[in-house]
């Protein structure tokens, strides 16, 4: 079974390029904490996936992914072997306080901004 499920946040922008067979393709790398560090992942997404994560995240922004990981390996331009390994993405979440209003997505409200209820107000 080879199944990756991330949270973190966005280093940078996802760079949105289209394959000469016109295919849209994203890469972004996350921040994902660990108890006193964290660790940079590459992903990779292709297709609708790569435009919507492009369409609506950027830099620093938290993402949820659902993916497989894997590993590449070819040789540069001098010769060198070298190899990659990465999260090809097939899922992605939105997660954080996100609230759609026009084209951009805003933070929602915070948990303070919430009335409290009491059990007899509840209508189940």
């Given at each position: 079974?080879?199944?990756?499920?991330?949270?973190?946040?966005?280093?940078?922008?996802?760079?949105?390029?289209?394959?000469?067979?016109?295919?849209?393709?994203?890469?972004?790398?996350?921040?994902?904490?660990?108890?006193?560090?964290?660790?940079?992942?590459?992903?990779?997404?292709?297709?609708?996936?790569?435009?919507?994560?492009?369409?609506?995240?950027?830099?620093?922004?938290?993402?949820?992914?659902?993916?497989?990981?894997?590993?590449?390996?070819?040789?540069?331009?001098d010769g060198?072997?070298?190899?990659?390994?990465?999260?090809?993405?097939?899922?992605?979440?939105?997660?954080?306080?996100?609230?759609?209003?026009?084209?951009?997505?805003?933070?929602?409200?915070e948990f303070?901004?919430?009335?409290?209820?009491?059990?007899?107000?509840?209508?189940?």
């Open positions: 079974m080879n199944k990756v499920i991330l949270m973190g946040r966005l280093t940078a922008d996802p760079e949105l390029k289209i394959t000469q067979s016109n295919i849209p393709v994203a890469s972004f790398t996350i921040a994902v904490n660990r108890k006193d560090s964290a660790d940079f992942i590459n992903c990779v997404a292709w297709r609708g996936t790569a435009e919507l994560i492009c369409k609506h995240f950027n830099k620093g922004k938290m993402i949820a992914i659902v993916g497989s990981l894997q590993s590449r390996t070819w040789q540069d331009n060198k072997n070298r190899k990659a390994v990465e999260v090809v993405v097939s899922e992605v979440h939105f997660c954080g306080d996100w609230k759609k209003q026009g084209d951009s997505a805003q933070p929602d409200m303070e901004d919430l009335d409290d209820v009491e059990d007899d107000e509840l209508p189940f």
